[in-house]
């Protein structure tokens, strides 16, 4: 009985031969993905926004009545809030901001959200309290910054360890390949309006191990190959090792798919945010190790006639082995 081969032994697939266009489209994603985040803004949530965030459920209703919802609490006079759809239609996410009072004032803080729910069950017969929480504007603060810093300094330590264990040029590939992930699922963010939580943070740093580790065994196929066919012109020996890994590549993706379209689908609405955004960095992730992170070793001047990779040490005990040094 043979097994199930999702990619056949010796595939020869021309990836490179489309690498300009698949650039230029990249490229654009990027820069629409950009182009969203500082048009339309992130949704962010109570942990980067600051302020109270209570969720509900009407239990006898099947749609949540947002407008009414959005009116009672602006009533209130809080601030503007913003009432999204949270899970199930029948759902609510209810954020307002913290006024200046109650900020660094967890007692104060509890006693407007005591307020706004009581204002709400007053109003509305089968609304159900499901959670509030609330943090403080400094504490937000702290927290947007923190998380830029983790994704910047998690993308050029990859960069560095790349340079340091190839060569400068797959440093620089790397280190595209990753921007473009993660610019595409913060523009994904932006263009849906998803909640932009501490959680999803969690998921952009998975989403650069992910890539990562594709990128690398990409990689060091190549670097292989570098050393193995010196008259091989580049873009077909970039081609031979995005082939020889395409079998790893795929069976690890969708194994992990597997386990995540289920909690995607399935799953509680807490973690839909984090779900979807792996799933799509399982997707970009792979793309961008064949179409970013291999391609631009050519323009980066990588050739296989006169480019040199370091030797490691097992490199140099096998040329001693053969009589070479």
């Known amino acids: 009985m043979k097994l199930l081969k999702l990619v056949p032994d010796d595939t020869n697939i021309k990836f490179l031969r489309w690498r300009v266009p698949f650039y230029v489209v990249s490229i654009l994603l990027i820069a629409a993905s950009w182009g969203l985040v500082l048009t339309k803004g992130l949704n962010y949530g109570v942990d980067f926004a600051g302020g109270l965030n209570i969720t509900a459920t009407f239990t006898e209703s099947t749609q949540a009545p947002v407008g009414e919802l959005r009116e009672t609490v602006a009533d209130l006079g809080y601030g503007e809030p913003i009432v999204q759809r949270f899970g199930e239609d029948n759902q609510v996410s209810i954020r307002v901001p913290l006024p200046d009072s109650a900020e660094g004032n967890p007692e104060a803080a509890q006693n407007i959200a005591n307020a706004i729910v009581a204002e709400l069950e007053a109003g509305f017969a089968d609304f159900r309290l499901d959670g509030n929480e609330n943090v403080s504007g400094k504490v937000s603060d702290e927290f947007r910054s923190d998380a830029a810093f983790a994704l910047i300094a998690a993308m050029l330590a990859v960069a560095l360890y790349i340079w340091i264990r190839f060569e400068w040029q797959f440093g ?144 140099k005990q096998e040329k001693v082995a053969r009589g070479e040094v």
Do not use: C
């Open 172 to 315: 620089v590939g790397a280190l595209f390949a990753l921007f473009h992930d993660v610019s595409l699922t913060l523009g994904m963010f932006a263009l849906f309006q998803l909640e932009f939580s501490l959680q999803i943070i969690a998921a952009i740093l998975a989403i650069i191990g992910y890539s990562l580790n594709d990128t690398i065994v990409v990689y060091d196929r190549i670097r292989e190959n570098l050393k193995k066919y010196r008259k091989m012109p580049t873009p077909e020996l970039l081609d031979l090792s995005v082939n020889e890994t395409l079998a790893r590549t795929v069976m690890t993706s969708l194994t992990l798919l597997i386990a995540l379209v289920p909690l995607l689908l399935f799953g509680p609405a807490s973690l839909f945010g984090m779900v979807a955004a792996i799933t799509l960095g399982i997707f970009v992730g792979t793309y961008s190790s064949v179409y970013m992170a291999a391609p631009i070793l050519i323009w980066l001047g990588v050739d296989s006639h006169s480019f040199v990779p370091g030797e490691t040490d097992a490199d």
